[in-house]
């Protein structure tokens, strides 16, 4: 099944920081501090974890199983594994979730690009939350400046994908991730050294169960998998590129812990300084637009530090995007045989077009509702409260059941490089077979109100 010329990953380094950085993105920094400041806090991060790792790492294994195995894009490899079987619904239920992610993605990647700019614009920085919530809402409800920005971020990420796997990808992640690194530390740290900051702690480490509802707990699984970027073909996709010689068992652990560390990093460099400032941190999804340029503009420096932010915003956004391109790219590239170049040409056309419609369904098309949402937030429910369950549902399923057991041993443990573990083996197949898909499909279940547990 091997492919000599097939491009792939050059380094450990490589592989670890370009799947973190997958990983790591717009929903660590953008929809995780909302949705713990909209949950309850301490008490969602609890729900979050325990999700991530009991229900997430398994899919996030059986996924790099799968990938590895075959050295196939997502639909590529279930084609290979079970040819011609209702299993191949999970390749497509993934290039589909890809396209559709990337789709309000690449629109909050644009609005990234915009604050960037603004930082130095005088007259964006005042210590008004009305003004700032005005500026979002005239900025992103207009025709053409947010689309535009959108399609310069989509561009920077066609430009890196076009370039393939090593020489694009893993290039820009080497450099990009440990930069995004050291600046959220710089960020924590001035956060967190704010008089006041104390309130904003306490928040985010002393957990109220009782804040805790369904809605809740189905929203810490979507962001969950949202997050660490399962369900959805992704790993399988960038799997596919992790050479034979690496554990895939250590990869999985690694870029969960790193994915976890970094939301908590966030929730420091954001959460203190609501509270310090006197805000509320239930503001939702205007939180890193709204109520973060309002105490950047209390701060000394202000402009520097808004610049910063909104730098990591768009770097944690990019090397999370360009993944979500590849799965598209990959499967143009393999299954209809077009060159890279172009694969990344029509790639980027259709979801610009989409993009567009997601952008402007925010202001001139926001009376074009489905289910009482418009496009951008149909968009972002459906994918990551529906389609990755289902779709990580699907994926535990088939190496739980489908895969043979001693395959899924031999990817695990390199075909008895890496010594074998039998309880560890053992408690990896009970979440793979067991634990993992009877959990997702009661949260699921339960979250869109089929059945009633909690
Ligand atoms: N994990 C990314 C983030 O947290 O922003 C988003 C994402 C990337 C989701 C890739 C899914 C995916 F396949």
Redesign the pocket.
């Known amino acids: 099944m091997t492919n000599s010329k097939r491009d792939g990953f050059g380094s450990r380094f490589g592989v670890l920081v370009a799947v973190a950085g ?7 920094l953008w ?1 995780f501090p909302y949705l713990v400041g909209n949950n309850g806090g301490a008490a969602f991060i609890v729900v979050y974890i325990t999700v991530a790792i009991v229900l997430c790492l398994p899919i996030m294994i059986s996924e790099f199983i799968i990938g590895r195995r075959t050295q196939s894009n997502a639909i590529g490899a279930i084609k290979k594994l079970a040819p011609k079987s209702g299993w191949l619904s999970i390749g497509v239920i993934s290039v589909a979730t ?1 396209f559709m ?1 990337s789709c309000f ?1 690449s629109v909050v990647g644009g609005w990234t690009l915009e604050y960037i700019v603004k930082s130095f614009s005088s007259g964006f920085l005042v210590n008004d939350s009305g003004a700032l919530t005005k500026t979002f809402s005239n900025f992103t409800t207009s025709p053409v400046r947010p689309a535009v920005m959108m399609l310069i971020y989509l561009a920077i990420n066609a430009f890196i994908v076009s370039a393939g796997i090593k020489n694009g990808i893993e290039k820009y992640a080497k450099i990009l991730m440990p930069a995004l690194f050291v600046l959220i530390i710089i960020l924590a740290i001035r956060s967190l050294t704010l008089p006041g900051a104390q309130a904003g702690l306490s928040f985010l480490f002393n957990p109220d169960f009782s804040k805790l509802t369904a809605g809740s707990v189905l929203a810490a699984l979507g962001q969950a998998f ?5 369900g ?4 399988i996709t960038y799997g596919s590129y992790v050479d034979k010689k690496e554990n895939l068992m250590n990869i999985s652990l690694t870029t969960a812990i790193a ?1 976890t560390t970094f939301a908590i990093l966030a929730g420091l460099a954001i959460i203190p300084a609501v509270f310090a400032f006197g805000i509320s941190p239930g503001e939702g999804p205007g939180l890193v637009f709204i109520t973060l340029p309002q105490i950047f503009a209390q701060m000394p420096f202000g402009h520097v530090i808004s610049f910063a932010f909104f730098v990591i915003l768009l770097v ?2 990019i090397t ?2 360009i ?2 391109l590849e ?1 598209v790219v990959a499967y143009f590239v393999e299954e209809l045989k077009m060159s890279r170049r172009v694969a990344t040409l029509i790639t980027f056309s259709v979801i610009g077009l989409f993009g567009v419609l997601c952008s402007l369904s925010l202001g001139e098309l926001k009376e074009m509702t489905l289910f009482g949402k418009n496009m951008f937030d149909l968009f972002d429910y459906t994918t990551s409260n529906i389609m ?1 369950p289902v779709g990580g549902l699907l994926i535990v399923l088939f190496v739980g059941w489908k895969i043979r057991r001693e395959d899924v041993r031999d990817e695990l443990f390199n075909g008895g490089v890496i010594p074998f573990k039998r309880t560890l083996f053992n408690w990896i197949m009970i979440g793979i077979k067991f634990l993992a898909p009877i959990a997702i499909a009661f949260i699921l279940l339960n979250g869109i109100g089929l059945i009633k547990l909690f």
């Open positions: 997958s990983a790591i993105g717009l929903g660590n929809r890809a992610i993605y949202f997050s660490l970027s399962v959805m073909g992704c790993i994915d944690a956004a999370s995007s993944s979500l799965v990755l």
